[in-house]
């Protein structure tokens, strides 16, 4: 078992241990899970983690897609194993397959590509303004067995759709960042995008699991170093229906660039 004391850092659990042939060993600490398994942030950025170091490092990571197909359970040895699918002069596509205990759990499709000269040029959208700053809204506080586990280690400030707030809206909006030992800029920012709840848990009035069933992101301005400061993040549903949610969100950096469009389903059990 995993010793209680010893919490790996994110940058920690999400370096796993390399075995050779692009394969990997990873062991889930108990407080970085949601519900009975890993959170499914840090399975997203512990294999954008191995492949980024399969790539020429000016390659940037452009887009991913993930889909979860089991839980990732903790103290539990699991392997990943990263195969570059095809590469050209300026993009390589990859996949990242994570098993345990004899079959597939997770799987992570990235594409990384270099920078090529345009005369197309458009601006992303900014973030949004008037909302309330960071520093005028309390932190979510960890409740052990109410709140995920691996939420402990993340710093989220609601601004709209608080969970189980009966609220009328499927919208759910907040800042959001690490509160420690993240480095790597696009692993940080890919472990973060997993960690709001999915917008329709606002409408209901009494607590109910979620989870993500596959989601995928396009990624740009994605720094080289995880930056100081607080992300923002909005979301919202496009429908729900038959126990699934299809929702979309963005989420921009501290300076206010968009750094991450999604597109998420998520079971809610509800």
Same mark, same amino acid.
């Given at each position: 078992?995993?010793?209680?004391?010893?919490?790996?850092?994110? +940058?920690? &659990?999400? *370096?796993?241990?390399?075995?050779? %042939?692009?394969? !990997?060993?990873?062991?889930?600490? /108990?407080?970085?899970? =949601?519900?009975?398994?890993?959170?499914?942030?840090?399975?997203?950025?512990?294999?954008?983690?191995?492949?980024?170091?399969?790539?020429?490092?000016?390659?940037?990571?452009?887009?991913?897609?993930?889909?979860?197909?089991?839980?990732?359970?903790?103290?539990?040895?699991?392997?990943?194993?990263?195969?570059?699918?095809?590469?050209?002069?300026?993009?390589?596509?990859?996949?990242?397959?994570?098993?345990?205990?004899?079959?597939?759990?997770?799987?992570?499709?990235?594409?990384?590509?270099?920078?090529?000269?345009?005369?197309?040029?458009?601006?992303?959208?900014?973030?949004? +303004?008037? &909302?309330? *700053?960071?520093?005028?809204?309390? %932190?979510?506080? !960890?409740?052990?067995?109410?709140? /995920?586990?691996?939420? =402990?280690?993340?710093?989220?400030?609601?601004?709209?759709?608080?969970?189980?707030?009966?609220?009328?809206?499927?919208?759910?909006?907040?800042?959001?960042?690490?509160?420690?030992?993240?480095?790597?800029?696009?692993?940080?920012?890919?472990?973060?995008?997993?960690?709001?709840?999915?917008?329709?848990?606002?409408?209901?009035?009494?607590?109910?699991?979620?989870?993500?069933?596959?989601?995928?992101?396009?990624?740009?301005?994605?720094?080289?170093?995880?930056?100081?400061?607080?992300?923002?993040?909005?979301?919202?549903?496009?429908?729900?229906?038959?126990?699934?949610?299809?929702?979309?969100?963005?989420?921009?950096?501290?300076?206010?660039?968009?750094?991450?469009?999604?597109?998420?389903?998520?079971?809610?059990?509800?």
């Amino acid at each position: 078992m995993t010793n209680a004391t010893a919490i790996p850092s994110f +940058e920690q &659990i999400t *370096s796993w241990k390399p075995l050779g %042939d692009q394969r !990997y060993e990873g062991l889930i600490h /108990p407080e970085w899970t =949601q519900g009975r398994g890993a959170y499914g942030g840090i399975l997203a950025a512990s294999a954008v983690r191995a492949m980024k170091a399969a790539v020429a490092p000016e390659r940037e990571l452009r887009h991913i897609d993930v889909r979860f197909m089991g839980a990732v359970l903790p103290d539990e040895p699991a392997v990943m194993s990263v195969t570059l699918e095809r590469e050209s002069k300026r993009i390589s596509h990859l996949r990242a397959v994570i098993a345990q205990s004899g079959g597939n759990a997770c799987a992570v499709g990235a594409t990384f590509a270099t920078a090529r000269e345009s005369k197309v040029t458009i601006e992303a959208p900014t973030r949004p +303004e008037g &909302i309330p *700053s960071p520093e005028a809204i309390r %932190d979510m506080p !960890y409740i052990k067995g109410v709140v /995920p586990a691996a939420i =402990q280690h993340m710093d989220m400030r609601w601004t709209s759709g608080l969970p189980f707030s009966g609220s009328g809206e499927a919208v759910c909006e907040g800042w959001c960042t690490f509160r420690n030992g993240v480095e790597d800029g696009a692993v940080g920012i890919v472990g973060l995008l997993d960690a709001f709840p999915p917008p329709v848990l606002p409408m209901l009035k009494r607590p109910a699991p979620a989870s993500s069933v596959t989601w995928s992101a396009q990624l740009a301005h994605l720094p080289e170093r995880f930056p100081e400061g607080y992300f923002f993040y909005r979301s919202r549903a496009v429908d729900s229906r038959d126990g699934y949610v299809r929702m979309r969100a963005e989420m921009w950096l501290p300076d206010g660039r968009l750094c991450a469009s999604t597109e998420q389903l998520m079971a809610v059990y509800a």
